[in-house]
């Protein structure tokens, strides 16, 4: 396998068959997944936290239109899958990390402080510093 990379490196023939093979690969893993767990992955990887609607049907290549109807289809919201997107990537940083507080609702696109601290509380039912030391004393 390595020989063969190293190759197409070297051989724009199998640099042309190796793109052509990573196409189809993605092509096969987005249509087996539904339009909620593609907005998920897309969100999820996402460089920025809050991510308008509009971006990710532009990056599907469907209308904001279109991806709200396959939404309500699957019987579930743009806003419903972005809370969830942003309350994972919140439990990740304070498990994984030690950032401050105050740099994780920044880095989840959160202007102030408090807005993360109660949008946290609706999604726990913890404040995200008794999260961080419960999760922590249980190690």
């Given amino acids: 396998m390595v020989y063969e990379f190293l190759q197409a ?51 599907m290549n469907i209308s904001s239109r279109t991806l709200r109807r396959y939404l309500y289809d699957e019987g579930i919201t743009y806003q419903t899958i972005l809370s969830n997107v942003l309350k994972n990537k919140a439990i990740d940083f304070l498990t994984t990390t030690e950032l401050t507080i105050e740099k994780i609702a920044e880095k989840l696109g ?30």
Avoid at 19 to 38: A, G, K, M, P, W
Avoid at 43 to 55: Q, R, S, T
Avoid at 114 to 137: D, E, I, M, Q
Wanted: hydrophobic share 30%; glycine share 2%.
């Fill in 110 to 139: 959160y202007s102030d402080t408090a807005n993360f601290y109660h949008a946290f509380k609706k999604w726990t039912g913890n404040l995200p510093s008794s999260y961080r030391h419960n999760k922590k004393r249980f190690r």
């Fill in 9 to 59: 490196k070297a051989n724009p023939l199998m640099k042309k068959k190796y793109e052509e093979e990573c196409r189809i690969l993605y092509l096969r893993l987005n249509e087996s997944q539904t339009v909620t767990e593609r907005i998920y992955n897309e969100l999820y990887y996402h460089e920025e936290a809050i991510v308008p609607m509009a971006e990710i049907a532009s990056n």
